[in-house]
């Protein structure tokens, strides 16, 4: 399987947008990329959910319940909301829809749901997912204070499974001054080893951030 698992420090670093940026830039560029969200909480009918946005950048070609097996209405971990809905989140089910999606088309961008630990199923965490894939992961943490503690764990604790850690992007998610904000890319690869691709500036303005993306995401992102 060719691809890429995208991960994050945290809940609302800014993964979709990077997996969505990603997506829709490599297709600009004629790589026939799919796009793969395993499962999704928080869904809020009547508006766009993560999931959504990634097929609608992927061409909308591929059925919904092929780029997400499960959306789940509870904002909280898929397999705590998939409980309370009475719904068994299955690890086997999740692999025959990548295999799948793999087999229509020449690579796959999975992303996942908050950090790396955070529980799928009743049995599995996304770390798991990322081992059963085996799939380079991207790394997307917040730009500002406590990120180099995060982001270097999530390195570290990629890499003991034994999986590749393709890079990590640094996201500024709000507006405002952080005197950590020019030290922290250099500390995370000091640390970690593992290189930083992308420094992304607060940027407000919806176009203006989707072209600042594209731009500074896909020469920089590779698999």
């Known amino acids: 399987m060719r691809g890429l698992l995208v991960t994050g420090t945290d809940t609302g670093v800014g993964k979709t947008e990077v997996s969505v940026a990603l997506v829709?830039?490599?297709r600009a560029r004629g790589l026939d990329v799919a796009a793969m969200k395993p499962a999704q909480s928080g869904v809020v009918a009547g508006e766009p959910s993560d999931a959504d946005r990634l097929r609608r950048a992927a061409g909308e070609v591929d059925?919904?319940?092929?780029?997400?097996?499960y959306s789940l209405r509870a904002p909280l971990a898929p397999a705590v909301a998939a409980r309370?809905?009475?719904?068994?989140?299955?690890?086997?089910?999740?692999?025959?829809?990548?295999?799948?999606?793999?087999?229509?088309?020449?690579?796959?961008?999975?992303?996942?749901?908050?950090?790396?630990?955070?529980?799928?199923?009743p049995r599995e965490t996304y770390a798991d997912l990322a081992v059963a894939l085996g799939l380079p992961v991207l790394v997307v943490a917040r730009a500002g204070l406590g990120t180099v503690n995060h982001t270097a764990l999530t390195c570290e604790a990629l890499r003991t499974r034994g999986?590749?850690?393709?890079?990590?992007?640094?996201?500024?998610?709000?507006?405002?001054?952080?005197?950590?904000?020019?030290?922290?890319?250099?500390?995370?690869e000091r640390l970690s080893g593992v290189r930083v691709l992308a420094d992304l500036p607060h940027e407000p303005d919806p176009v203006r951030r989707a072209a600042l993306l594209a731009d500074r995401l896909v020469p920089a992102v590779q698999f």
């Open 163 to 188: 999986l590749a850690v393709a890079g990590v992007v640094l996201n500024r998610t709000s507006a405002g001054a952080d005197p950590s904000e020019p030290w922290n890319a250099a500390e995370i």
């Open 24 to 26: 829709a830039g490599w």
């Open 63 to 69: 059925p919904p319940e092929l780029v997400c097996p």
């Open 84 to 121: 309370l809905e009475g719904v068994e989140i299955s690890l086997e089910r999740v692999l025959a829809c990548a295999a799948e999606l793999s087999r229509r088309h020449a690579a796959l961008l999975v992303e996942g749901a908050g950090g790396l630990l955070v529980p799928l199923t």
